[in-house]
């Protein structure tokens, strides 16, 4: 039987039978079952799980040892979902939007999954407290009750990491809750308000949940039940919460919430200051108002990750706005923030901080929104910020890449609604192709790509960064 080896080529395409083409990437597992210098039989996994054959041109170069990271920007329309892969295969899912698609994804990537064999997850990183973020994981866990057995991916992620604020109700008793009081308790320090009720562990608080914190909650509670999952609130600086990666040569550190300690009643604890509603003109220094604000606090105070592997490095922003890169930007040294590949805070909201972003100064900017309904409409990503980011690039051809961009729709004609055939018939489309963008690296070469409407075009990019940090261009290699 052949063993299982990696592809070393960029972009492969794939004869399988009754015609279908697929286009393997650098890094993915094949198994060759024979190769002359014409052709090259191979064997991989279909998204149902079984394996074909297929016939790839030429002689196929592959690599018995695969050294590629693999990211992907889950396409989940207005929301985040990232999946991370190690070299050797360990898995960190950083969000998962608020919708079914990050599960569909993850059971067609990931297929085969069982309640006796589920999907073991080194990490699951929740940024931060708003449903576009972490409601798609509790549609992971509820995937297991579908009829359709490709529809389901059972998870047992061993860590859960978030940013520690709760968001409470809005409203109780039909009055409006003030923003002192929907993350909890407060102290006044300064002149600012500090949010003192930190959460550990989501499973057991007796800070006031609202609706889809409750079934986050009892998500937690119900994966507890075959194996307990480490849940953790990270702030700036902790260094042992990903050391699980460290062993790969990847180095993870938390750049926010950047948390401050402060005294409630007689003890010292940690604490955030509640964040602003922004001026209605941003300036390019901090951006930061005057009126205390719940949506831009629990943004603001996303977990933001910078990952390293080699010479390249990710920075992922959560929802940070304009007041929290100011003040990231002043915790850190202009080359602290300094990265290759920056998923762009806020889905690409106008609302962010210029000299943080020329800090940053990425090659690749990745956005991820799709304003799928009127009641989701933001107008993400705005024309301002995708300016600001080929302005803050330090590359002369920067890459920005969005998720709603990436998708291609097929014109469906006259469609008639199954479920109400009363309802007056639409012009219909189809979704072909999902916006997800793929980004890998061995720590030196970097193969950007996303999908199009046809199975075997791509659009792709490659880059060599060096020790330094320097960027090089070169042409992708397509068969």
């Not at 909201?349 to 690749?364: C, G, M, T, Y």
């Not at 998720?403 to 012009?427: G, V």
């Not at 046809?454 to 792709?460: Q, S």
Request: glycine share 6%; proline share 4%.
């Amino acid at each position: 039987m052949s063993k299982t080896v990696f592809i070393d080529d960029d972009l492969v395409k794939v004869q399988l039978p009754e015609k279908r083409v697929v286009v393997l990437a650098w890094g993915d597992p094949i198994k060759i079952v024979s190769q002359t210098s014409k052709n090259t039989i191979v064997e991989l996994t279909d998204r149902e799980g079984n394996a074909v054959q297929g016939t790839v041109k030429g002689k196929l170069k592959t690599t018995d040892q695969n050294k590629v990271l693999k990211f992907a920007m889950v396409d989940v329309q207005q929301g985040d979902a990232l999946i991370l892969e190690s070299p050797s295969g360990k898995l960190m899912f950083i969000d998962a939007g608020d919708n079914q698609m990050f599960a569909r994804y993850a059971a067609a990537r990931f297929s085969g999954t069982s309640k006796s064999k589920p999907l073991s997850v080194e990490a699951i990183v929740v940024t931060h407290g708003d449903t576009d973020h972490f409601e798609g994981f509790n549609k992971a866990h509820a995937s297991i009750r579908e009829k359709d057995k490709r529809k389901r991916i059972y998870l047992q992620p061993k860590n859960v990491f978030h940013n520690g604020i709760v968001k409470g109700p809005a409203e109780v008793k039909n009055k409006k809750v003030p923003v002192e009081k929907i993350f909890g308790c407060t102290v006044k320090k300064d002149n600012e308000t500090y949010l003192v009720d930190l959460v550990d562990d989501l499973r057991n608080t007796k800070v006031a949940m609202n609706t889809p914190f409750k079934r986050w909650s009892q998500t937690l509670i119900d994966w507890t039940v075959d194996k307990k999952p480490a849940v953790q609130r990270l702030a700036f600086g902790n260094k042992k919460a990903f050391k699980f990666l460290a062993k790969e040569g990847i180095n993870v550190e938390v750049l926010g919430p950047i948390t401050k300690r402060i005294k409630k009643g007689k003890k010292m604890v940690e604490a955030l200051p509640l964040l602003h509603q922004p001026p209605k003109f941003l300036d390019d220094n901090n951006g930061t108002g005057t009126a205390l604000s719940a949506s831009h606090t629990i943004n603001g105070h996303s977990v933001v990750l910078r990952l390293t592997y080699q010479n390249v490095r990710f920075l992922l922003g959560g929802d940070m706005n304009a007041e929290s890169m100011a003040r990231l930007s002043e915790k850190v040294k202009p080359s602290g923030l300094q990265c290759e590949i920056l998923k762009v805070p806020h889905h690409g909201s106008s609302d962010f901080n210029l000299n943080a972003l020329k800090q940053i100064a990425p090659v690749v900017s990745l956005i991820s929104s799709g304003d799928e309904s009127s009641r989701k409409e933001y107008i993400h990503p705005r024309a301002e910020l995708v300016g600001a980011l080929g302005k803050a690039s330090r590359t002369d051809k920067p890459l920005i890449l969005c998720t709603e961009l990436s998708a291609f729709f097929r014109w469906r004609d006259l469609s008639q609604p199954i479920k109400d055939k009363n309802k007056t018939p639409y012009y219909g489309f189809e979704r072909t192709a999902y916006g997800i963008v793929h980004v890998r690296t061995d720590g030196e070469r970097i193969l950007v790509f996303t999908h199009s409407g046809k199975d075997d075009l791509k659009e792709a990019y490659r880059f060599r960064v060096d020790k330094k940090h320097n960027v090089k261009c070169e042409p992708v290699e397509k068969r």
